[in-house]
């Protein structure tokens, strides 16, 4: 029993003691001036992948008649765009709608005349030179709708990680100017944390519509700047 009392004692007496040593480590981070600092990097890329919407409206006099035409002339498009060469795994069904329409006489009630009914896909063409043809021709095989492109990145990882180097090195320039001014000298960074949601900038979006189908429809990729920020704390004495 004596010796438990004791070995109590002994740990009693060093928990203060390890307490003191973590607060210690703690308030003695930065031993000098402490600089925050928000720096950012940029890049430019071309875009190697266009995001376009196509699809078709339909009309008809019965909900299914409209549903029937609107599922007929999207398999027209999806076979247009796989004979294209796109791949599967690039169209996706977006969105099926169907809506009754009415018309509206004066001092009447709604009378219903028809059904609308619209099959979207979203595409992504990973050729972005040819899609503005491939949009043409989908236009011939009945799509009455499209809209886009989204121009983007497909693995913009690269691009990233030298945005992020090019950071760093703007914060370190900031940081040393910063010194100067203050006559001191950067010791040493102590932090480096990066903000959430990495910035690609997208030029404004572009739309084709079928009824300006008649003149060739081209897509420019341009370039894209992708950003990336950084706060970083430095230590000045």
Not at 19 to 47: C, K, M, N, W, Y
Not at 63 to 81: D, G, K
């Amino acid at each position: 029993m004596k010796s438990a009392f004791l070995a109590a004692l002994m740990i009693g007496a060093a928990l203060p003691s390890a307490a003191f040593a973590q607060q210690t480590s703690i308030t003695q981070a930065i031993a000098g001036t402490r600089l925050d600092i928000s720096a950012t990097g940029e890049v430019s890329r071309v875009p190697d992948v266009a995001i376009i919407s196509a699809g078709v409206v339909t009309k008809a006099a019965t909900a299914s008649a409209a549903l029937q035409e609107s599922a007929t002339r999207m398999q027209r498009v999806v076979a247009a765009l796989k004979r294209a060469g796109v791949a599967d795994r690039d169209i996706q069904t977006s969105n099926v709608n169907l809506n009754p329409e009415y018309r509206y006489p004066e001092n009447q009630s709604p009378q219903l005349t028809g059904y609308s009914a619209s099959n979207n896909v979203t595409v992504r063409f990973r050729d972005i030179r040819t899609s503005g043809r491939i949009l043409d021709a989908l236009v011939g095989e009945g799509a009455n709708q499209i809209s886009g492109p989204n121009l983007t990145i497909d693995k913009p990882e690269t691009a990233l990680d030298e945005a992020r180097t090019k950071a760093i090195a703007v914060g370190r320039e900031r940081a040393q100017a910063y010194a100067r001014s203050l006559g001191m000298r950067v010791t040493r960074l102590v932090a480096v944390s990066e903000a959430s949601g990495n910035s690609i900038i997208q030029p404004m979006p572009m739309y084709a519509r079928a009824e300006a189908a008649q003149a060739k429809t081209t897509i420019e990729p341009g370039e894209q700047k992708l950003q990336v920020t950084l706060s970083m704390t430095f230590e000045l004495q």
